[in-house]
């Protein structure tokens, strides 16, 4: 069993910058590929990105790209997603997710077997 912990969620103006962070409990972690996922209220969870466990491959949605980094430091177990540019579209509770099997696909979220409980992020106009 896998345990994530999302830290790092606040309040931020427009055009602020957050890091998130989501540790991971276990030894395995470096072979998970990560993905982050955001829920804003009345909304379907989506993808936000993703990083494969070597940390060489990464993968934006397009909607944040060029503003939302990931990132990960296998060492202590954690992965990232430093976001610049907020803005109040980008309100939402963020999730970590691990895939633990590989899937070929990381966009989806039924490819990610542990999830954290989330981090709220609140940008404000």
């Known amino acids: 069993q896998v345990q994530l912990v999302e830290s790092g969620g606040g309040l931020e103006q427009a055009g602020g910058s957050l890091r998130l962070s989501c540790a991971a409990s276990?030894?395995?972690?470096?072979?998970?590929?990560m993905g982050w996922f955001r829920q804003a209220p009345g909304k379907e969870r989506e993808f936000i990105a993703a990083?494969?466990?070597?940390?060489?491959?990464?993968y934006y949605a397009d909607s944040v790209k060029g503003r939302i980094t990931i990132s990960r430091d296998n060492a202590k177990n954690t992965v990232y997603l430093q976001m610049n540019s907020l803005n109040p579209d980008d309100t939402a509770v963020y999730y970590c997710?691990?895939?633990?099997?590989?899937?070929?696909?990381?966009?989806?979220?039924?490819?990610?077997?542990?999830w954290g409980q989330g981090t709220q992020v609140t940008v404000s106009s």
């Open positions: 997710a691990a895939d633990a099997y590989g899937s070929d696909v990381f966009i989806r979220r039924t490819s990610y077997d542990y």
């Open positions: 990083i494969s466990g070597s940390g060489g491959r990464t």
């Open positions: 276990g030894r395995t972690f470096s072979r998970y590929r």
